[in-house]
């Protein structure tokens, strides 16, 4: 997993759906669809219909959260967190097929705990101040490079990312940039996409090859 994770910003119906489109335009790798309403009926269609639009741009879908939800539409993966399911609950809900990610916030045991437990990625974050969790812990580039130097898994960063914060991110080892604000607040959003996933191949590029 590597590139460009956006993850949907509260917005819904047309709007949610015409904005994923932009970002999947651009280049969009991953998509989360983040939604902390309780409106099921509203969350299942429009689950679905991210799910579809994000095959016929060959990304992943990733539903934050909600395990049930990811089951009822077959995303490609859930996402989770300190007051989600358990790893391993979800694991068993959905099989070895399906991708579960799970926060790890500054915490590098955290990260060494969930690759034990067969998580297939795991972020760290909040790295720089972010307008959608002005209050996540925050994440050192440090930590970021001991990941990388312990973890096989994808390192997934996250929180207050621009496009001028990126790099850093990239030369320190992160594989996904999951972005909010700075890719979902643009007026062009495709274009804003498609700058981040040029970060990323020019830092692949730049990567030497393994002997
Ligand atoms: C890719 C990614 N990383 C971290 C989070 C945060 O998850 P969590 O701590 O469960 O907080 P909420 O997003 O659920 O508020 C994420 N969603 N995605
Ligand atoms: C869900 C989440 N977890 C830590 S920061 C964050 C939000 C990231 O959004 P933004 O890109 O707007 O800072
Ligand atoms: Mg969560």
């Not at 639009?53 to 990733?62: D, G």
């Not at 049930?68 to 399911?85: C, I, N, T």
């Not at 760290?124 to 994440?139: C, E």
Request: glycine share 8%.
């Amino acid at each position: 997993m590597q590139g460009l994770y956006v993850i949907t910003d509260g917005s819904t119906g047309d709007t949610l759906l015409s904005k994923v489109e932009q970002a999947l335009r651009g280049g969009a790798a991953i998509v989360q669809y983040r939604d902390k309403t309780t409106d099921q009926v509203r969350r299942e269609q429009e689950a679905a219909a991210l799910r579809s639009l994000c095959q016929q741009h060959n990304a992943l879908f990733i539903i934050n959260d909600d395990v049930a939800l990811a089951k009822a539409v077959q995303a490609d993966g859930v996402h989770v967190g300190r007051d989600d399911s358990a790893l391993s609950a979800a694991r068993q809900a959905l099989g070895k097929a399906t991708l579960i990610g799970v926060s790890c916030y500054n915490r590098l045991e955290l990260a060494l705990d969930a690759a034990a437990q067969g998580a297939d990625y795991i972020a760290f974050g909040s790295f720089f101040p972010s307008p959608t969790k002005p209050n996540a812990p925050r994440a050192t580039l440090a930590l970021l490079q001991m990941a990388r130097q312990q973890l096989r898994l994808p390192i997934c960063t996250i929180g207050g990312i621009t496009l001028d914060t990126a790099p850093s991110l990239l030369a320190n080892g992160a594989d996904m940039l999951a972005v909010i604000t700075d890719v979902f607040n643009s007026p062009a959003i495709a274009q804003q996409a498609a700058r981040y996933q040029a970060l990323v191949l020019a830092q692949v590029r730049g990567m030497p090859h393994p002997v």
